[in-house]
């Protein structure tokens, strides 16, 4: 099966500056992640959706970040404005309605905030 | 869902066998043991999961203790390529129940020539 989509692999944005990520998960998975990964810590959820709806958006910044799953297949993540301590690696996974393996992820997203 | 505890980093020669050893002393009964590792520049891959028995796939095996309190993960033949960050987590799974994967900070193993 084809993997998790994410675009662009790279970013380079000013601070006070907007962003956006995409991500394209595998066909069929209603459950989608966005993870936050900064450098040398493990990653950490922002938000999760099944299918087009929010299920757990406690971790995201919400006065700066969103998020939304346009008929519960893409996604995209935003910043505005972004801020230097937003650099990071945001990474995208996705997984079946309770899979029990986990989730499969993309390969994320390097966000430089300058 | 249950923290888990392990070494920052580990080494091991290449083709011997790598430990990576996980403590998880307040697992809950419907809790499974999950390992993903973390290539430099990729995403978080699944390795393996395990919820009381011992578990082998293609990639690796998992050992659980009979208290299921701590785990190892056993990588028989490490290679070059094995070098990556390892995550223990605890994860709710089963029936209609699925937890968060929460990441700790992680195990860097090196594989040396």
């Known amino acids: 099966e084809a993997g998790v989509a994410q675009s662009p692999r790279y970013k380079i944005i000013e601070k006070r500056q907007s962003v956006a990520f995409w991500c394209n998960p595998i066909s069929g998975h209603a459950t989608l992640y966005w993870y936050q990964q900064i450098l040398g810590q493990g990653p950490k959820l922002l938000i999760q959706f099944q299918n087009n709806g929010v299920v757990d958006d406690s971790q995201l910044p919400k006065d700066r970040f969103s998020a939304e799953r346009l008929k519960g297949v893409d996604s995209t993540l935003k910043i505005q404005p972004a801020k230097l301590e937003d650099s990071a690696v945001y990474l995208c996974?996705?997984?079946?309605?309770?899979?029990?393996?986990?989730?499969?992820f993309g390969s994320g997203t390097r966000l430089t905030v300058v | 869902d249950a923290k888990t505890t392990q070494p920052t980093s580990m080494d091991c020669a290449e083709g011997r066998a790598a430990n990576l050893p996980c403590n998880h002393s307040t697992i809950s009964g419907n809790e499974y043991v999950y390992w993903y590792r973390q290539i430099h520049s990729q995403g978080p891959q699944y390795i393996i999961h395990g919820l009381k028995n011992n578990e082998t796939n293609e990639m690796a095996s998992l050992i659980i203790t009979e208290d299921r309190k701590s785990s190892t993960l056993i990588l028989p033949h490490a290679t070059l390529r094995d070098t990556a960050v390892y995550y223990c987590i605890v994860r709710v799974a089963g029936g209609t129940s699925y937890g968060k994967l929460t990441f700790g900070q992680g195990t860097i193993l090196t594989v040396h020539p």
């Open positions: 996974a996705s997984s079946w309605t309770g899979g029990v393996r986990g989730y499969t």
